[in-house]
């Protein structure tokens, strides 16, 4: 009766506090003894001070029959066993999404609570908007636009990157400068090239640009690439299209030990709350499945791996798959009672969430809070957006990744004691690429700590393509991967013996030539349709 009272007072505070329209006392039926005590005591409650009631139901899994692998998940996310008598536990089985129907059969005393559901629910609006950019906006310097000072910083790099302008260099500047402007990304050109160019002027090491941004003139003029895309024939389309309308991707890589300083910086700039990081999850593959549900069902540590073993290695493998692809494992499924329950346990289990941690380099930077576009998880790490990368981009927030690169620090440290030990200062971006020791020493398979040329494969591959320009190891790296790997034997075949080359047609030679042949890269797809 004191607890009643107690309560009671608290629940006109809060209403005083919320007013009547947004403060209900709520019923929920679980199947647990103790509800409908308190149930009791809400009807009362609300005959006594007029607060209305709703009803809900607590929602942990969607389907009733889901109960069973939603215990053993909560078993596997707290490293309990199901028969442990001190564990997490639901109990009633009826935290599942309950039909309109069912709700009435459960508060046939409180139809008042049921209509409330609805009207709140109707009041319950949220609209989702895809494909629109939410990219914040520069603060440019007094006198400037967006656009007038993106124009001025790429005439200026132009001009330090490029002795003679010629009439094609001008061209393509102005027809990239164009397109990003037409295409509403400038913001985010200056917000890239603000932040690269504070590592750089603090001392920073900061990567010389990776992927399709290494085809603009614009990135390169910036200072965001050090790749001169017109020495190298890339294409801006590959990069931009206006055609294909999609936020650009520019992966910037960073010392690992001063990577924290950039975000830090940007964290500063554009304020804590429109900074944050990405959430990923660790779903369960088939085999991890197996032995998740194997240990919370306390089946042997022996029989649970026969089982998981059973799964062939192949990738995207599922246990659907497996049941059709391993007589092993089907016939275990078939004819071991224990093992059908783990697998049919497993299946449902499939493709959950195991856990959640943050995306190991991407940063949301966003117009207005993030939390106005997108739910928030709080980290270990700090906040982070509650949905994962891909969706983060097709509600159109700005993404970047801020990738801490071991290898960077490692040459910043070489770099410091040349010019400690002999008093050489080396610039890379001032450097050509035609020192033939340097391709002898990759030729050798000394590779280790060469960035993307250090993997054993990698290492024998480049023995065997005996490298001799800058442009073999770019088709190397580029060749070094599932698909492009069929046209390896080829490439170091032409390479040795240049007779070999063969077109289909004269016109894809000067495409091809510098690829021995080869189609290699999406750049040359692109130039041949």
Partial sequence: ENNYEKAKNTALRLQDLFGKDNFFLELQDHGIPDQTKVNTALLKMSKETGIDLVATNDIH???????????????????????????????????YLKSPEEMQRLFPYAREAIENTGKIAKRCNV?????????????VPEGYTAVTYLNHLCEEGLKRRYPNITKELRERLDYELKTIENMGYVDYFLIVWDFIHYAKEH?????????????????????????????????FERFLNPERVSMPDIDVDFCYERRQEVIDYVTRKYGEDRVCQIITFGTMKAKQAVRD????????????????????????????KALETSPDFKAMYDENPKAR???????????????????????????????EYVPMYLSDKGPATQFTMTTIEELGLLKMDFLGLRNLTVIRDAL???????????????????????YEMISQGNTQGVFQLESQGMTQFMKNLRPSCFEDIVAGISLYRPGPM?????????????DKIKYVHPALSPILDVTYGCLVYQEQVMQIV
Avoid at 127 to 139: A, M, T
Avoid at 346 to 364: C, D, Q
Avoid at 416 to 437: K, Q, S, T, W
């Fill in 341 to 371: 329950s783990v697998i049919e346990m497993a299946r449902a289990l499939e493709g959950m969430p195991r856990h959640a941690s943050t995306h190991a380099a991407g940063v949301v930077i966003s117009k207005e809070p993030v939390d």
């Fill in 203 to 235: 001392g920073i090491a900061v990567g010389p640009g990776r992927g399709s941004a290494a085809g603009s003139i614009v990135s390169y003029c910036l200072e965001i690439t050090d790749i001169d895309p017109i020495r190298y024939q890339l294409l």
């Fill in 61 to 95: 899994y969607t389907f009733k029959e889901d109960a069973e692998a939603h215990d053993i998940l909560l078993c596997i996310q707290t490293g309990k066993k199901v028969q442990d008598e001190d564990r997490m536990r639901y109990e009633g089985g009826q935290y």
């Fill in 416 to 438: 410091e004691l040349i010019r400690e030990n002999h008093g050489v200062e080396i610039d890379f971006a001032r450097m050509g690429y035609d020192d033939p020791g340097v």
């Fill in 293 to 320: 549900v194997g240990r919370a069902l306390d089946v042997s540590y022996g029989e649970t791996d026969a089982i998981a073993k059973a799964i062939p290695f192949d990738l995207g493998m599922t246990i659907e």
């Fill in 127 to 139: 609209e989702i908007v895809f494909g629109e950019q939410k990219v914040p906006e520069y603060d």
């Fill in 486 to 498: 069929d046209s390896i034997p080829k490439y170091i075949e032409n390479k040795k013996n240049p």
